[in-house]
T-cell receptor
Framework: EAGVAQSPRYKIIEKRQSVAFWCNPI?????LYWYQQILGQGPKLLIQ????????DSQLPKDRFSAERLKGVDSTLKIQPAKLEDSAVYLC?????????????FGPGTRLLVL | GQNIDQPTEMTATEGAIVQINCTYQ??????LFWYQQHAGEAPTFLSY????GLEEKGRFSSFLSRSKGYSYLLLKELQMKDSASYLC???????????FGQGTTLQVKP
């Protein structure tokens, strides 16, 4: 079974530029999560999708971050414009149907450096 | 509110036993996950506890006390490859949402 795929793996941009990350979850997984992991910290949930609907985006900085999952499979996360404090690893995870106690499977992440 | 605490760093010797503690204060608490994360890699699932008590899985065991808001991960017969960050994460309100602690970086020395 293929795991969660993410691209690019690394990205370096200057502040005020825009950037987009892509995630392809495990086949058949209805729930998709985007996390931000700053160096030395645990992952923080940015947004959770159930199929193509948003379940939780309470910690997404909506003035600069946006995410979509139009067909309920792949997802993109965008930052526009980027700030220095956005430097982090952006992890995508998926689970079968997002119920309590279900294991989330993580992708390798995209490492973003904002200069 | 929610607060999850775990030690930042720990060091142990190859072949030994180490216990990594995690305390939580999470409203609507459901259960507690432990994930392992090697440097530069994605977190991988280790265990999930929803009931009080100890769950053993090979060299790794995880314990939960709901009344004390406390969990630990026990690693036996440590190997060099166990050097990694160990993340505890709580679930709440019957959702799949994970609230992570900051992670404990374990260094295993020969």
């Amino acid at each position: 079974e293929a795991g969660v795929a993410q691209s690019p793996r690394y990205k370096i941009i200057e502040k005020r530029q825009s950037v987009a990350f892509w995630c392809n979850p495990i086949s058949g997984h209805a729930t998709l999560y985007w996390y931000q992991q700053i160096l030395g910290q645990g992952p923080k949930l940015l947004i959770q999708f159930q199929n193509n609907g948003v379940v939780d985006d309470s910690q997404l900085p909506k003035d600069r971050f946006s995410a979509e999952r139009l067909k309920g499979v792949d997802s993109t996360l965008k930052i526009q414009p980027a700030k220095l404090e956005d430097s982090a690893v952006y992890l995508c995870a998926s689970s079968f149907d997002g119920i309590n106690g279900e294991t989330q499977y993580f992708g390798p992440g995209t490492r973003l450096l904002v200069l | 509110g929610q607060n999850i605490d775990q030690p930042t760093e720990m060091t142990a010797t190859e072949g030994a036993i180490v216990q990594i503690n995690c305390t939580y204060q999470t409203s609507g608490f459901n259960g507690l996950f432990w994930y392992q994360q090697h440097a530069g890699e994605a977190p991988t699932f280790l265990s999930y506890n929803v009931l009080d008590g100890l769950e053993e899985k090979g060299r790794f065991s995880s314990f939960l006390s709901r009344s004390k808001g406390y969990s630990y991960l026990l690693l036996k017969e440590l190997q060099m490859k166990d050097s990694a960050s160990y993340l505890c994460a709580a679930t709440r309100d019957n959702t799949g949402k994970l609230i992570f602690g900051q992670g404990t970086t374990l260094q295993v020395k020969p």
